[in-house]
């Protein structure tokens, strides 16, 4: 008999996570589709110019950006979201009582996060470049690269962690967009930070890691610090950043992570699928 080595277990959990993701086609279109639709957006409303103290075009500001939230969109939100509705239905507890190694299950959540995140901010990039003109600066992408890989496994940590603490499926996407898309108003995101902004607001957002994900990443398309020493294109206080949060946040989320639904979820789900039986009799 042979026996399927630890490598072969944990690509065949990516790619069933991934089979289910494309299968959900709401999480598909909030996850890819979503972020481009700004994108759109923002060049048909504000021009292809270049942007006043910037420096740089719409889409030179606002492709790295989205793929950005598209990046933190498939790790945090979909992570969070899907892992604790998999709690609920009784799936994880199942898991939990095969053969299979837990922590093969739940890297196998993780990577499918990591690759969808690769998946929608290359996308979003690709477009920036054959549709709106985006720059790419072949001495940038070591720091993109290693900037793009801490940003997604802080907030895939940080998704575990969201999951393993909201009570229910049912709260985790109010929860998780709650906690996410005020912050992307205030991280450069969805709106450059301008000099009228209030100090008290750059300083609120720094404290998080959305912001430093987004700048450090931003910088790499920026040609001001793109043509600079390669050395220097690491946005070192913002990997760092990102660093703290993820690993504070992936001991949280190993110190609280459930198997099991909350019992009073399970009768009411319980309830509910009897009381649906008896009005279908």
């Keep these: 008999m042979n026996r399927v080595s630890t490598a072969d277990q944990l690509y065949r959990q990516v790619r069933y996570q991934n089979t289910i993701f494309w299968r959900t086609p709401i999480a598909a279109f909030f996850t890819i589709v979503f972020p481009l639709m700004f994108l759109f957006v923002f060049t048909l409303v504000f021009g292809n110019d270049e942007i006043a103290g910037l420096g740089v075009t719409t889409a030179q500001f606002y492709a790295p950006a989205l793929a950005v939230f598209g990046a933190v969109s498939a790790t945090y939100t979909n992570l969070s979201v899907s892992t604790a509705i998999a709690r609920d239905e009784g799936i994880l507890k199942r898991v939990r009582g095969t053969p299979l190694r837990p922590w093969i299950y739940i890297a196998g959540r993780i990577g499918s996060g990591a690759y969808l995140a690769v998946i929608s901010a290359g996308l979003m990039l690709a477009i920036g470049v054959l549709v709106y003109g985006l720059e790419v600066y072949l001495q940038a992408v070591p720091a993109l ?19 393993a603490l909201v009570p229910t499926g049912d709260t985790a ?66 990997l760092a950043v990102m660093a703290v949060w993820g690993v504070g946040a992936a001991v949280l989320a190993a110190r609280y992570f459930r198997w099991e639904p909350q019992a009073k979820t399970t009768r009411t789900r319980g309830r509910r699928r009897r009381s649906e039986e008896v009005t279908a009799t």
Excluded: Y
């Excluded at 690269?145 to 802080?154: A, K």
């Design 145 to 163: 690269v290693v900037t793009f890989l801490v940003g997604i496994g802080c907030f895939a940590a940080l998704g575990m962690l969201l999951a």
């Design 173 to 238: 996407p109010a929860v998780a967009n709650a906690t996410l898309l005020p912050l992307a108003f205030i991280s450069d995101i969805f709106i450059p930070a301008g000099d009228n902004a209030p100090a008290w607001l750059d300083t609120v957002a720094r404290i998080f890691p959305l912001k430093h994900f987004a700048v450090a990443f931003q910088d790499g398309f920026n040609p001001v610090f793109a043509e600079s020493p390669w050395i220097d294109q690491f946005n070192w206080t913002s």
